[in-house]
């Protein structure tokens, strides 16, 4: 029988020949719930050294270890690309991180707008859940999840040299300008749901290196537009061309 | 205090004077869910007509009726582009049809491949989605949800004037060609997460208005390569140009 494959995110350094302790959880998720046994195949990466194929060494209930084998795909980092956005209900936010996770943002930044209802994230959660797309979709990095932030206090203290690309709905043509643009470090920002403050436009329109785009005639939910955004990004700037 | 918007479809001819008789399920909605009262004010569409205001004339347990007043949106239809999806599990399925609806597909197309889980749809429940989606997007048009079709026999009575955009992992570059290709009649087609069977390969293969194109370096869950792709198609030749 053909085993499913196991790819999973550790924190260890991996290089051939390398030991790696199993801690209790992964040592039940491997044995009682994959069923694997010594000898068989598991798939690690770290976000750092690309994905490594490992074999079960020892199995053992309270822990066991995994021998490190060799390299099976190369380090793949994302441009230098952060999202932004405001949470919106559980399983949509979830959904963003996910998305932005296997669209290769570098870093997901959750913020509070004047017109975000304050749910409250758990970083914590949004986290595991960006480790687990990686996993998922054969990534070998891993974004960092920021902890929730205030939108105004985020632009007040933008950095001089990071591009803002913003979605805004009263623009025609989607990307004007942007294939143009230099290439280097980038944000993309996706509005609220009830969109924006005049205070937050107001603060928006003093970034010098902002670039609205338009994402067509229809109106996007966030989630949706988190990913198309990062689809035009990705094409113009990133590493999709 | 301020009610809440309500955008509703109907399947009644809209224009100015008309009166709509609304059916139980519809009166329950307006008036014990969302408590609207007779002159309250209501959107409506019906996927041709384009968007207008319609007032409650007649309030009534087991039904009453809406005076449709002015026109507030004109009708904007989708360019003509299905979209074509390999069924996953339940919520990527229904995330994909209120995708492909808010990013302006015309037809939605579950099929059948040779690796997908034979999971049954429900056709009425799917268009229902698309619906939904139109009515919290703002959107105008409904994408007819086809019934399960299977790739191989969608395939081999294919339109000879219809061009099909599938996305391929195996490419480097985006959109190779694409934008200079004639608009017109598409479809895309979003792989199963499985993959294609050799036999599928050679008959998409077969077909010459086929463009095969990348979705970057990672790979992209199915729901989240239909948004993409849907979004690269938006902007090489449909409405986001």
Redesign the interface.
């Known amino acids: 029988m053909k085993l499913t494959k196991i790819r999973l995110y550790v924190e260890h350094p991996l290089g051939q020949g390398q030991i790696l302790p199993l801690v209790r959880a992964q040592a039940h998720y491997l044995f009682d719930v994959m069923r694997r046994r010594p000898g068989d195949s598991v798939l690690l990466f770290n976000g750092r050294d690309g994905e490594w194929r490992a074999s079960v060494a020892e199995a053992d209930k309270r822990g066991g270890a995994l021998e490190v084998l060799e390299q099976t795909a190369a380090q ?1 980092d994302p441009p230098d690309l952060w999202l932004i956005f405001a949470p919106l209900k559980k399983a949509r936010t979830d ?1 963003i991180v ?2 932005a996770t ?3 943002a570098a870093r997901i930044i959750p913020v509070q707008t004047d017109f975000t209802n304050a749910e409250r994230i758990r970083q914590d959660r949004l986290q595991a859940h960006a480790i687990e797309a990686a996993e ?4 070998t990095f891993v974004p960092e999840v920021a902890d929730l932030a205030r939108l105004d206090r985020l632009i007040d203290a933008w950095p001089s040299d990071r591009r803002l690309m913003f979605c805004d709905e009263t623009l025609a ?3 004007r300008g942007l294939a143009s643009a230099d290439r280097g470090k980038w944000a993309i920002l996706v509005g609220p749901e009830g969109g924006f403050s005049e205070p937050e436009r107001a603060r928006l329109s003093t970034l010098p290196l902002a670039y609205p785009v ?8 966030a989630d ?1 537009a988190a ?2 955004a ?3 990004w ?2 113009a700037l ?4």
Do not use: N, Y
Request: net charge positive; glycine share 18%; charged share 20%.
């Open positions: 793949i959904f996910e998305k296997e669209m290769g998922q979709c054969g990534g043509g989607a990307a338009s994402l067509g005639p229809r109106i996007l939910r949706t990913v198309a990062l689809t035009l990705q094409i990133g590493d999709w061309r």
